[in-house]
């Protein structure tokens, strides 16, 4: 094979080979490129290289005899489905999704030209708009392509706008969403929604806000479409194309609002703090999470309100103060994870005096890890043995913070009024992005007419 004119090899690990063919598909090569493959432990450091040495010849051999026996990518087609009734043919439709790999294993709307077109009418970018390319496989998203991920997953036109901005965000390359997306770990994107958007198509920022939740289906919906789209665009299958070994919210991912009336006088909204977004500003922020834990921070007994929140804070700090290796993919431009507090939460400690960043700082400080415990860990190795973003003068800290500084920490107020509970979502997250929220004319037209819809349904 020749990339410029320079026969190219690749050296893959064995179960690795889908990521690698996904890879050289996204910069245009041919999937099937020559490669060799060896056993993981060839790859960690001061490895025995004999075994590769060794089998040179074939080596020699893919270099000077190599031709590809798979066609490029396809163009977009229509695909017809027919049956006895509308339901045999849904049925003979979301068969016929699974055995593409287009299905998520739910059962999936047809993205007919009439629906696709329907849900266009959310943003005022052509359809034929370029996004840019979904790593790693390197299917082109354009904005049909985000209205056809968003009809399958059941959306509606007003929900368009919150998916185009978030994919936009995915694509940053900072956020090297490329790995991310084939790593053997389990991060999902977090969508975090800002601005008047959010509860003018329905976003929850309230009880159940994850889901499911049948009176706020925005976040579900726009979240399994951009799921929809790291698979069927960037070849995220399980087991070849992303080596997530437990996957991890992987239908919906994660995408819900700020409690902005629920904020107490003086906090900011975690867009703001983050990225700089002016109040009203419809926009997301999103960033990568390998896990989420729920943390029972009320206390047992009556209490002073001050011993009850310093309580609670060193409660999370606790659950947060572990060598994890995910941490230090984040721990200089990331974030070790965000926090999710109800406003009740939020209220109490306001009253006490605890500004947004008084928490933070309180979570960096009773976060850190004792230096004896990383070593017990074998965290320090990898700090030493992979590129990652902790700095070599941060690597001998005791105790070791889990991120560079404070303000990494994301904080945000949302979650039901209740004061039992706090969320980590813990990051995966070199970067945070954020993306203004783009809107069409007719933007306003379109919540009436959601408003219609649910309003006749209700009625029915």
């Given at each position: 094979?020749e990339t410029?004119?320079?026969?190219?090899v690749?050296?893959?690990r064995?179960?690795f080979?889908?990521?690698?063919n996904?890879?050289?598909?996204?910069i245009?090569?041919?999937?099937?490129?020559?490669?060799?493959?060896?056993?993981?432990?060839?790859?960690?450091?001061?490895?025995?290289?004999?075994p590769v040495?060794?089998?040179?010849?074939?080596?020699y051999?893919?270099?000077?005899h190599?031709?590809?026996?798979?066609?490029?990518?396809r163009n977009?087609?229509?695909?017809?489905?027919?049956g006895?009734?509308?339901?045999?043919?849904l049925d003979?439709?979301?068969e016929?999704?699974?055995?593409?790999?287009?299905?998520?294993?739910?059962?999936?709307l047809?993205?007919?030209?009439?629906?696709?077109?329907?849900?266009?009418?959310?943003?005022?970018l052509?359809?034929?708009?370029v996004?840019?390319?979904?790593p790693?496989?390197?299917?082109?998203?354009?904005?049909?392509?985000?209205?056809?991920?968003?009809?399958m997953?059941?959306?509606?036109?007003e929900?368009?706008?919150?998916?185009?901005?978030?994919?936009?965000?995915?694509f940053?390359?900072?956020a090297?969403?490329?790995?991310?997306?084939?790593?053997?770990?389990?991060?999902?994107?977090v969508?975090?929604?800002s601005g008047?958007?959010?509860?003018?198509?329905g976003?929850s920022?309230?009880?159940?806000?994850?889901?499911?939740?049948s009176?706020h289906?925005?976040?579900?919906?726009?979240?399994?479409?951009l799921?929809l789209?790291?698979?069927?665009?960037?070849?995220a299958?399980?087991?070849?194309?992303t080596?997530?070994?437990?996957g991890?919210?992987r239908?919906?991912?994660?995408v819900?609002?700020?409690?902005?009336?629920?904020?107490?006088?003086?906090?900011?909204l975690?867009?703001?703090?983050?990225?700089?977004?002016?109040?009203?500003?419809?926009?997301?922020?999103?960033?990568?999470?390998?896990g989420?834990?729920?943390?029972?921070?009320?206390?047992?007994?009556?209490?002073?309100?001050?011993?009850?929140?310093v309580?609670?804070?060193h409660?999370?700090?606790?659950t947060?103060?572990?060598?994890?290796?995910?941490?230090?993919?984040?721990?200089?431009?990331?974030?070790p994870?965000?926090?999710?507090?109800?406003?009740?939460?939020?209220?109490?400690?306001?009253?006490l005096?605890w500004?947004?960043?008084?928490?933070?700082?309180?979570l960096?400080?009773?976060?850190?890890?004792?230096?004896?415990?990383?070593?017990?860990?074998?965290?320090i190795?990898?700090?030493?043995?992979?590129?990652?973003?902790?700095?070599?003068?941060s690597?001998?800290?005791?105790?070791?913070?889990?991120a560079?500084?404070p303000?990494?920490?994301?904080?945000?107020v949302?979650?039901?009024?209740?004061?039992?509970h706090?969320?980590?979502l813990?990051?995966?997250s070199?970067?945070?992005?954020?993306?203004?929220i783009?809107?069409p004319?007719?933007?306003e037209q379109?919540?009436a007419e959601?408003?219609q819809?649910?309003?006749?349904?209700?009625?029915a």
């Amino acid at each position: 094979m020749e990339t410029l004119g320079i026969p190219t090899v690749v050296l893959t690990r064995r179960e690795f080979v889908g990521v690698v063919n996904n890879a050289v598909s996204g910069i245009g090569l041919a999937p099937d490129i020559a490669m060799v493959t060896f056993p993981t432990e060839t790859f960690l450091p001061d490895a025995d290289l004999a075994p590769v040495h060794a089998r040179r010849q074939e080596f020699y051999a893919a270099l000077t005899h190599w031709s590809s026996t798979k066609l490029r990518a396809r163009n977009g087609r229509m695909l017809g489905v027919e049956g006895a009734t509308y339901e045999a043919a849904l049925d003979r439709f979301n068969e016929r999704m699974l055995a593409d790999l287009c299905g998520d294993g739910l059962p999936l709307l047809p993205p007919t030209a009439e629906r696709v077109n329907w849900i266009l009418r959310g943003s005022p970018l052509p359809r034929a708009h370029v996004l840019g390319k979904f790593p790693p496989r390197g299917g082109i998203a354009t904005v049909e392509a985000c209205a056809i991920a968003l009809a399958m997953a059941g959306g509606r036109p007003e929900y368009l706008p919150v998916l185009i901005a978030a994919v936009d965000a995915f694509f940053e390359p900072a956020a090297t969403g490329e790995l991310l997306q084939a790593t053997s770990g389990n991060p999902f994107p977090v969508v975090i929604v800002s601005g008047p958007i959010a509860k003018q198509i329905g976003l929850s920022s309230g009880f159940g806000m994850l889901g499911p939740d049948s009176r706020h289906p925005a976040g579900a919906r726009i979240g399994r479409a951009l799921r929809l789209m790291q698979q069927n665009l960037g070849g995220a299958q399980p087991g070849t194309g992303t080596m997530a070994v437990f996957g991890y919210m992987r239908f919906t991912n994660a995408v819900f609002a700020e409690d902005e009336d629920g904020l107490p006088a003086g906090w900011n909204l975690h867009t703001r703090e983050r990225h700089a977004f002016k109040p009203g500003t419809n926009c997301v922020s999103l960033m990568f999470a390998n896990g989420a834990e729920n943390i029972f921070r009320l206390s047992a007994k009556k209490e002073s309100k001050e011993e009850e929140v310093v309580q609670g804070l060193h409660r999370i700090a606790q659950t947060l103060r572990v060598p994890n290796i995910h941490y230090m993919y984040g721990y200089t431009h990331g974030t070790p994870g965000v926090l999710v507090i109800p406003s009740v939460v939020a209220a109490d400690l306001a009253a006490l005096g605890w500004t947004k960043s008084k928490v933070k700082e309180f979570l960096w400080t009773h976060s850190q890890i004792p230096h004896a415990d990383l070593q017990a860990a074998g965290a320090i190795a990898w700090m030493d043995n992979i590129e990652i973003e902790v700095p070599a003068e941060s690597r001998q800290l005791d105790p070791w913070p889990i991120a560079l500084k404070p303000e990494n920490f994301g904080l945000v107020v949302a979650g039901g009024a209740h004061p039992s509970h706090a969320l980590w979502l813990q990051g995966y997250s070199p970067r945070v992005i954020g993306r203004e929220i783009t809107l069409p004319d007719a933007f306003e037209q379109l919540i009436a007419e959601a408003g219609q819809s649910r309003a006749s349904n209700m009625e029915a």
